[in-house]
């Protein structure tokens, strides 16, 4: 009974001082009076903005986002902004409604935003975001993002250049790739593309597969453009050389869509009459500036035996040799006009009534141009001449340098010759820098130079000092 009594007298006293707390405000005027619905109700947004973006994230057409799909080390900004009766407050507005915010991503708490952040590995994260608001209360919102493996597709089979095609209608080709990067919450799509013009080839959808399994050509894919010109006469030597690709499309139930296409590989069929077989060699000249070429093409068997010689004065060009079938060619490609384009050997083995198209073949200048001396004119005493030769790109007019101890004196080019006037009051270093249109520069050298002379003496290496 007295616990009881005790219990009662407590709560008695509470309700009391209570009430007097009351009395009290409200005799100070309406105005003390503080209640929930006084202060005007703040809602936050979530937003995922590219890491570019600056200034209010409302200002760039985006929208609040719960759900948010990105690339695996993709670094974006997660953006924090809050709105009173449905219009949004800048961020030095917003702080005055509320006492604190952060992020949550993977049990991280980070108390900033905007937020930079990227997730180096794929899968599924939660971000959290919290806001105590004026009144005391937590407002929490979750963020679900999807980080997609990055996507890839890569054509397997036929392995590009295969030749073996048999023509015949009703024949089949296995089409072979691998689809990577395709997560749970993705669907897949792949369409194979095809064309005998290598230009068109993604323009000519010619259906979807399953990404998972592999498809096939068949021969009546072939029929017209193929049976339709044998029935014409076509030479023996006809083949048809298809160029094919294909594409994936990874879509997920929000709408974020990752795309990828393989290169452009090629399948030719084998030759309709004939058991011998075609190499298809093309040519062309890196940094070439003028095209007095002569390029000649020798192949030989792997006994030694010459099989073959082609020329041509044309780049770039695309050469043609016939032969048997065979292991161990050799082709060797060298150019006698521009001996400083050079390229590999070639070395491969052809089966009967194949077509084979290498691939480009790309004569390079990686040889240095020279710089010397042109010996003293009596006529010139006032000019020094010098020349510079480069049997391959040829030299580049605006990559010449003359100079003379640290003074960069004013030349004139020539075509090889580069002529400019002593103007040293003492003993001076000359050097002459050259590079060709390959971007090869002349090795470091220098000459003495001496006042009034038109010749000098030297070269030096830069390197090695004087002989």
Known sequence: MTKLLQKATFASLFVSLTLAAALSLTACGEGATIEQGDVPQLVQHMFVLPDRITGQPYNYGAVPVTTVYLDTNETVKLWAAYSIDNMYLTSDNAEAHYISHSWTIDDETYNISPLRYSFATPGFHRGILKTVDLLGDTLQDTLNIFVNTP???????????????DPTPGSELDLQWELAGVD????????????????????ENIGEVDC???AQFIGSFLTKNLFDNIAAGVKPDTSITVYWGIKASLTTSQGFI???????????????????????????????????????VTITSTQGDTLSILES??????????????????????????TEFRTGDITLNVQSGTQIQLDTVRFSDKIQPQVAQ???RHNQ?????????????????KRIFVTANADTLEHTYEEPFIKFRNTCASTCKLRISVEDNARNSNPRLYWKLEPDANSAEGPFSEMGGEP
């Open 313 to 338: 004065t044309k780049a770039p060009v695309t050469l043609h040799a016939y032969v048997t079938a065979q292991t161990g060619i050799r082709i060797n490609l060298r150019d006698t006009k521009k």
């Open 212 to 214: 998972f399994h592999e």
């Open 381 to 397: 005493r006032d000019t020094v001449i010098f020349y510079a030769l480069d049997n391959g790109s040829g030299i580049n007019p």
């Open 258 to 296: 990752e795309r990828d296409s393989s290169k452009v590989s090629r399948f030719s069929t084998r030759y309709i009459y004939t058991k011998n077989s075609r190499i298809d060699i093309p040519i062309v000249y890196e940094d070439l500036r003028k095209s007095d070429v002569h390029t000649v």
């Open 184 to 203: 749970p919450w993705e669907t897949a799509r792949c369409f194979v593309f095809a064309s005998f013009n290598v230009e068109e080839v993604w323009s």
């Open 151 to 165: 996507i890839s597709i890569r054509a397997i089979a036929p392995v590009d250049g295969y030749n073996l095609f």
């Open 374 to 376: 042109l010996a003293p």
